[in-house]
C-alpha cells in the first residue's frame, strides 16, 4: 500500500476543510453577541473543537474569545453566590435562609435548579436575539458558560441524560429550531453527556409566558406538556431504575414551567430531575 498516497490525501482534505473554514468565517463572520462587532478571524479560525468535549486551561479562554470579546464579556451579569439552594436564582440582602421567597411558600418537584445570568436588559436582548431573530450561533457562548460554570456540579449530580424543555410543534414550526434544545444538545457535547429530545413532548400551544402574570403563569402550563411511553421505558431499560435527568431551559422566572416538566418525568418514573436555565427572573429583574 503506497501509505506516502495516505499521507497526501488527508493533508489535502485538512487543506480544503481549512480553506473551507476560512471562506465561511470570512462570508459569515461570528458576532460579539454584546457589541455586534465581528470576532477577529485570527480567533475564530483557531479556536477550540467544541464537539470534542469541554477545553481546558489556555484553549478554554481560546474557546470565549472565539464566542465573546473579552471587554464584552464582563458585562454579562453572572449569577453568583449567594444563590437559592433550590433554583438557584440569585438572592439579595434582605431575604432570609437559604430560600428564595417563591421557594419557601411553594414545593418543587425538581431537586435543584442552576441558572447562569441575570435576566437584565443585556441578557434579555441576547436571548431575544436567540428566540426571536434566528442569532443561534449565540447559543455556543451559552452552551460554553453553563458547561464551564456548571460542569462540575452536573457530574457530581451523577446525571445521565439531559431533556430539553420541548416547545409545541406550531412554535417549532414557525421559529425552526428549539432554543433549549440546541444549549441542551451543546452542554452534553462539552460535558459527554447524552441528550434526549423525544422523552417528554408540549401538546398544549400555550401563550408565550412573558405576556402573562405570575398568577397566570401556572395555569398556561397545565396539561402542556406529557412523557412519551416508548422513550422512557427505553431510558429506564438502559438505565435502570435510578435515573437522573437534567432539563434544560432558557430563562427561569416563576419555576412553573421546569415543575411540571420536572413531575411529568417523575410520574413517568425518573427518580431525580435537576434544572439548569440560561437566565433566571429576580425581585429586580423580572421577564417581562
Known amino acids: 500500500m503506497n501509505r506516502s498516497h495516505l499521507y497526501r490525501t488527508d493533508s489535502i482534505k485538512k487543506a480544503v476543510k481549512t480553506a473551507g473554514s476560512i471562506a465561511v468565517e470570512l462570508l459569515f463572520p461570528q458576532k460579539c453577541p ?3 462587532d465581528a470576532i477577529p478571524i485570527e480567533n475564530r479560525l483557531y479556536k477550540s473543537d467544541l ?3 469541554l477545553p481546558e486551561g489556555g484553549s478554554l479562554m481560546a474557546a470565549y474569545d472565539a464566542l465573546i470579546c473579552r471587554d464584552c464579556r464582563k458585562e454579562l451579569a ?9 433554583c438557584g436564582k440569585q438572592l439579595y440582602t434582605g431575604e432570609e435562609g437559604r430560600l428564595c421567597h417563591d421557594c419557601r411558600e411553594k414545593i418543587r418537584s425538581f431537586s435543584s435548579c442552576r441558572c447562569m445570568l ?5 441578557t434579555r436582548d441576547i436571548i431575544s436575539a436567540v428566540k426571536y431573530n434566528s442569532k443561534r450561533e449565540y447559543i455556543d457562548l451559552l452552551s460554553l458558560m453553563a458547561a464551564d460554570r456548571y460542569g462540575s456540579w452536573i457530574k457530581e449530580l451523577g446525571i445521565d441524560l439531559i431533556i430539553p424543555v420541548p416547545v409545541h410543534a406550531k412554535r417549532l414550526k414557525k421559529r425552526g429550531y428549539n432554543q433549549a434544545e440546541l444549549m441542551a444538545l451543546g452542554i452534553g457535547r462539552l460535558l459527554n453527556i447524552p441528550v434526549e429530545t423525544k422523552a417528554v413532548i408540549r401538546i398544549k400551544h400555550t401563550l408565550p409566558q412573558k405576556e402573562l402574570d405570575r398568577d397566570s403563569r401556572l ?3 397545565q396539561n402542556a406538556f406529557q412523557t412519551v411511553p416508548d422513550t422512557i421505558k427505553k431510558i429506564k431499560s438502559y438505565y435502570g431504575d435510578a435515573v437522573s435527568v437534567l432539563v434544560a431551559d432558557d430563562i427561569y422566572t416563576t419555576g412553573a414551567t421546569l415543575d411540571l416538566v420536572s413531575l411529568s418525568l417523575i410520574r413517568a418514573g425518573i427518580s431525580r430531575v435537576y434544572g439548569l436555565c440560561m437566565a433566571a427572573g429576580t425581585d429586580i429583574f423580572t421577564v417581562d
Open 78 to 86: 453572572l449569577i453568583r453566590d449567594p444563590v437559592c439552594e433550590k
Open 51 to 53: 464537539s470534542r468535549g
Open 34 to 36: 454584546v457589541c455586534g
Open 118 to 122: 441575570i435576566y437584565d436588559e443585556l
Open 219 to 221: 395555569k398556561n402550563l
